[in-house]
């Protein structure tokens, strides 16, 4: 039982960290908009870089790729609640605990899914993010890519208490 509480654990952190997110999102939207309109603008990339023809410009392109962005975090929060509920509910039984595994799995997935592909592989060489000293996410993707992956692996280790 300890290795599952354990494992409900990390699921709910990862939900209360993406709550967070949204919620920083949501009530700061302005400064955080900033950062995606400077990445797709690629406007503190190097300067003259050949890659200047992938720029986005449009404010109405920054706000649907900033909403998408805020709404895949918010399933994901919300998928990872969701799994911390149906993992605490079948915490008794190791083998229903199995089974109430999705949801968690789904929004961890989700998670690394948003900040690999949305941030690293889209952000930093799409729009050549790792050139701005300035709107560089890279860093701080690639530390939640890790815990959510870390926690991902974890959850999905056989239960064998």
Same mark, same amino acid.
């Given at each position: 039982?300890?290795?599952?509480? %354990?494992? @409900? *654990?990390? =699921?709910?952190? /990862?939900? #209360?960290? #993406?709550? #967070?997110?949204?919620? &920083?999102?949501? *009530?700061?939207?302005?400064? &955080?908009?900033?950062?995606?309109?400077?990445?797709?603008s690629?406007?503190? !990339?190097?300067?003259?870089?050949?890659?200047?023809?992938?720029?986005?410009? %449009?404010? *109405?392109?920054?706000? /649907?790729?900033?909403?998408? @962005? /805020?709404?895949?975090?918010?399933?994901?929060?919300?998928?990872?609640?969701?799994?911390?509920?149906?993992?605490?509910q %079948?915490?008794?039984?190791?083998?229903?605990?199995?089974?109430?595994?999705?949801?968690? =799995?789904?929004? #961890? !997935?989700l998670?690394?899914?948003?900040?690999?592909?949305?941030?690293?592989a889209?952000?930093?060489?799409?729009?050549?993010?790792?050139?701005?000293?300035?709107?560089?996410?890279?860093?701080?993707?690639?530390r939640?890519? !890790?815990?959510?992956?870390?926690?991902?692996?974890?959850?999905?280790?056989?239960?064998?208490?």
């Open positions: 039982m300890p290795i599952r509480i %354990s494992k @409900i *654990t990390f =699921v709910a952190a /990862i939900a #209360l960290f #993406l709550t #967070l997110v949204v919620f &920083n999102n949501v *009530t700061d939207y302005w400064s &955080n908009f900033k950062f995606v309109k400077h990445v797709l690629m406007d503190t !990339t190097f300067p003259e870089n050949s890659g200047m023809w992938r720029a986005m410009t %449009s404010p *109405t392109v920054h706000h /649907i790729f900033y909403i998408g @962005i /805020i709404l895949a975090e918010a399933l994901a929060a919300y998928l990872c609640w969701k799994g911390t509920v149906c993992l605490f %079948s915490r008794q039984d190791i083998t229903l605990f199995k089974t109430k595994k999705g949801p968690a =799995v789904y929004g #961890l !997935t998670a690394v899914l948003i900040w690999f592909v949305g941030f690293i889209i952000g930093g060489e799409w729009f050549l993010m790792w050139q701005s000293q300035t709107w560089n996410g890279i860093s701080a993707a690639f939640i890519v !890790t815990i959510c992956g870390i926690a991902l692996l974890y959850l999905l280790m056989p239960d064998g208490e």
